[in-house]
């Protein structure tokens, strides 16, 4: 795997931002046989959502997705975070922060 490496400041054309990183979208898997074939369903309905086509349109870095075992639940918890630069933060808080709170 390649990781891109990012700054916590980066200049975009004669302005300088501030990288954010975000999780912006997560869900749970149950128990299934394969859980990332399962799980990329999901995250293709995600990209091909409005927040999702925003997101990769205007994420520094190709966003990552990663994989946690929840042992609480007996599922595994996926989430794709992005890295944004200030502006494109705060407005992606404003319109959707509070929709990854509620899942």
Sequence with gaps: MTRTLTNKFMVFGDKVHEIKTVMVHRFRMGDVEDLDLYAS????????SEMGKWVMERSVVTPEWH??????????????????????????VLKWGNDIDKT
Excluded at 41 to 48: D, F, L, T
Excluded at 70 to 92: I, R
């Design 41 to 48: 369903q999901s995250m293709w309905v995600w990209q091909n």
């Design 67 to 92: 994989r946690n075992d929840n042992w609480a639940t007996f599922g595994t918890d996926y989430a794709v975070v992005a890295k944004l630069k200030d502006v494109d933060y705060t407005f992606w």
